[in-house]
């Protein structure tokens, strides 16, 4: 594989922007990634809001300076280094848009876990986490993680500031 190889070209995440399946650019990859996975989940979230109001959310205790760091800082860089080691198994077995799909789902079970509406919701995000690991991986192990963990930091930092400011 060449460095700056675009990924998934076929199959149904043909359809996600250029900037996301080709390591070419971080910066673009992280920006397009982060207002890719807000617009999907506030999409998500308001179809999720209309379909079943009553649908459980999650519930942060932490507020404050401490709640930030946590979603914006830890939370995306643990959650990306679990995601990397399962992708990471997962691309041996199957192949990488199928790794991606069952990446996605399986974080959208587990966040369900905690409560369903977010679950619901936090599948596309991860499917866009999952999509740049794949590709950036291609660069190294580290620079998958890192684009990774940056969108994902991103796409935290709205939800963050209103939890911290509660």
Known sequence: MTPAQRLFDGGPLRLL???IREPRRAWLAILVGGALTLCGSLLLSWIASLLAPDLAKPDFPLRGPLAF??????????????MA????????????????LVSALGWGIAHSLQAVGWGLVIWWPFLVFS??????????????IAVAAATHALQNLAPALAIATR
């Open 17 to 19: 922007p250029v900037a």
């Open 131 to 144: 999509t740049l690991f794949m590709v950036w991986r291609q660069r190294g192990t580290m620079a998958g």
């Open 69 to 82: 760091a946590m979603l914006v800082g830890f939370a995306p860089v643990v959650e990306t280094l679990i």
């Open 85 to 100: 080691a399962v992708l990471s198994l997962l691309a041996r077995v199957m192949a990488p848009t199928a790794a991606v």
